[in-house]
């Protein structure tokens, strides 16, 4: 009997074998950028289980403000102005997605070990930044960055046995194939990685949800001021020249400028607040904002300038402060002899340093709780700052204010002396042109000029403009309620047509004349005259 028919004779069908394949190169690059938000996501979680701990980036960014040269600063302020901080995090975002993408491209198409080292490294970079921040950090601060490397090289390795085992056959796809069995390994893979995406954006998100929980906002919005025992009258009309296109005397808080060396604001509540007073003094104080509050509070207006305010720019601004005064808080606390440096300490950190002098010569150097009426914004300091006429913000103006500290030029460098900027920076006699705007196109006849001049704590005596190098002519002024201020002025031209050049200067209370000699911030501010090219038709 003949038993070898064709149903005998058939091999039993047999399952596709696995193998390994190599992904496309667009997805591996895609892979890695989806490990890293995932690496990213989770250590935004976590950050939020604990006031202390922040997410890798933010670390990293702080990290990077401090090592960048004085240069960098002032090309990213010229560039971005007050969003210097967002364009930071951008970048450091394009940096991270070039990295994440060429590790996932190694990772999953040459050596997958190269792309655990790559997230490791990472890892590390983010545990080096927490424990190298300004203030004393706990150990634990590392948490974030090392759960969020675990969840990275786990994220990679999932996408490694999803998109690198496939049927033999897909295996052998070509990158050209059009095949279905290539369309529906591309559809899988799309999948997965879009899956683990929305997955680290979710995650993200419930962890920025959790850490607002530290927010001060709630803190803030519980504060009611006291009046203060030294209130100022209501500024008088004077103060604002009637020309349209003019800067406001007093600069709304949403609109005051903000440069500082905080990627995010630190959230600092007032339960729990204590400032110290430290170092070369015979009391150290410990008041609580409660008895900052109960203290004498006097109101001041005071404009406060960056260093960094290019000629004509616009990190300037004009408040009503309200705080106690600085000096007799320094004579409570005891200044010791020798002891010719002041320096206030940041919740984050930051430390800057002044003369002990500028705090005692009678100016209204001020511990402030208020600005134009309501409590600290965040962005500006709550709960409390330092305010000190006459000096640039980077040696005095500290903001999120801990500490307090008399010591010695000799024993201590400030921060951004250490940088190369100057150890003492009054402010310099200033002035600019709000408008006409340059290159602005003006019709023939009587055409407005207005600005502003400053030198606080010494005043503005006169403004004087030149158009076209034909002679310095006396503007008019604006009342002033004290030298601690900004003053506005403005110039009526008998405008003709052509082009012409304005240029304006100012002279202060003493008769010092503001100079022409132009300087870049670097090391101690700015100088030279501002001067516009404008258009009459």
């Known amino acids: 009997m003949n038993t070898t028919g064709p149903e005998l004779d058939a091999e039993p069908e047999q399952e596709p074998s696995l193998a390994r394949r190599r992904p496309g190169r667009l997805v591996a690059l895609l892979a890695g950028l989806v490990s890293a938000a995932v690496a990213l996501g989770v250590a935004e979680l ?10 890798p980036v933010l670390d990293v960014g702080d990290r990077v403000i401090d090592a960048a040269p004085p240069f960098l600063k002032e090309f990213a302020i010229d560039t971005f102005g007050t969003n210097d901080k967002p364009a930071l995090l951008i970048g450091i975002g394009v940096i991270l997605a070039i990295y994440a993408a060429i590790v996932g491209y190694v990772a999953l198409r040459h050596r997958f070990i190269v792309g655990v080292v790559g997230i490791a490294l990472f890892g590390l970079v983010g545990v080096w930044a927490a424990l190298s921040r300004r203030s004393e950090a706990p150990w634990h601060v590392v948490v974030p960055s090392l759960f969020g490397a675990a969840a990275g090289i786990g994220a990679l390795l999932l996408l490694r046995r999803s998109l690198c085992t496939a049927p033999a056959a897909a295996a052998d796809l070509d990158e050209s194939d059009t095949s279905t069995g290539r369309r529906t390994f591309l559809a899988h893979s799309g999948v997965v990685l879009g899956g683990l995406a929305a997955s680290a954006a979710v995650v993200g998100a419930v962890g920025r949800w959790l850490g607002n929980r530290f927010s001060a906002s709630e803190s803030r919005s519980g504060v009611a001021l006291p009046a203060a025992a030294d209130p100022l009258p209501e500024l008088p009309a004077g103060v604002q020249v009637d020309v349209a296109g003019m800067t406001p005397f007093v600069t709304p808080n949403a609109d005051f400028y903000r440069i500082d060396t905080a990627l995010t604001a630190p959230q600092v509540p007032i339960e729990g607040y204590l400032l110290r007073f430290t ?17 004498e509070l006097i109101e001041r207006d005071i404009t406060l300038t960056c260093v960094s305010n290019e000629i004509g720019g616009r990190l300037i601004g004009n408040a009503r402060w309200l705080g106690t005064r600085l000096d007799a808080l320094l004579e409570e606390a005891g200044v010791q002899p020798g002891a010719d440096q002041i320096v206030g300490r940041s919740f984050d950190g930051y430390p ?17 709780v208020g600005m134009n009426g309501e409590p600290l914004p965040i962005e500006h300091g709550f709960p409390v700052r330092l305010v000190v006429p006459g000096l640039y913000g980077y040696v005095s103006a500290t903001k999120w204010l801990t500490e307090i500290e008399l010591t010695t030029f000799a024993a201590f460098d400030h921060y951004w002396l250490r940088r190369g900027w100057a150890q003492k920076a009054p402010i310099k006699l200033m002035s600019r042109i709000d408008t006409p705007k340059g290159l602005a196109n003006v019709a023939a006849g009587v055409v407005p000029i207005a600005g502003v001049a400053w030198e606080q704590h010494v005043g503005i005596s006169a403004v004087e403009v030149n158009v076209d190098d034909a002679g310095w002519q006396p503007a008019e002024l604006g009342e002033v309620t004290s030298d601690d201020t900004w003053r506005q002025w403005k110039y009526s031209w008998e405008a003709t047509p052509g082009r012409h050049s304005i240029a ?8 010092a004349i503001q100079t022409d000699e132009r300087a870049e911030p670097i090391p101690d501010g700015a100088s030279g005259h501002h001067t516009i090219v404008v258009n009459v038709g």
Not at 279 to 295: A, F, H, I, K, T
Request: proline share 2%; charged share 25%.
């Open 46 to 55: 976590v950050s939020g289980f604990n006031r202390q701990w922040r997410s």
């Open 279 to 295: 170092g070369m003094v015979d009391n150290q104080l410990e008041l609580s904002y409660e008895d900052l509050l109960d203290r």
């Open 352 to 368: 800057c340093g002044f003369p002990v002098a500028d705090a005692m010569d009678g100016r209204d150097a001020l511990v402030v």
């Open 504 to 511: 304006v200067r100012a002279i202060d209370n003493t008769g």
